[in-house]
């Protein structure tokens, strides 16, 4: 399993974080459900739209709370702007293997 960053992410990438006028703009579009079918470490199983995806989150401790709580079995909600709703809060996936930057 990844280990946590020792300093803080200052990337709005895919799989880091959330930028508030994202959060804003996903809360105009429309949500769909997606079911986490399993994960390891940051790295989720995630059907999606009829198919899985393997998707990709930064190794920080707020995205691990959120993803321990996010069972396997247990609906999120994707928005039209690539947020993902999950528990009590927001997480940004990376979907695609391309779009992941490391963080500087």
């Known amino acids: 399993m990844a280990s946590t960053s020792p300093h803080p ?23 769909r459900p ?4 399993s994960r390891h470490g940051f790295e989720a199983l995630v059907a999606v739209d009829g198919g899985l995806e393997t998707w990709r989150f930064h190794a920080v401790d707020s ?4 993803l321990d709580e996010w069972q ?9 702007r690539n947020l993902l709703s999950v528990s009590a809060g927001f997480l940004f996936p990376c ?7 490391d963080c500087a």
């Open 63 to 66: 995205t691990r709370q959120l």
């Open 72 to 80: 396997p079995g247990s609906a999120g909600f994707l928005s039209d």
């Open 34 to 37: 997606v079911e986490l079918v």
């Open 95 to 101: 979907r695609h293997p391309g779009w992941w930057k």
């Open 9 to 31: 992410c200052t990337q709005y990438t895919p799989g880091h974080q959330v930028h508030f006028i994202q959060a804003k703009l996903s809360n105009a579009g429309e949500w």
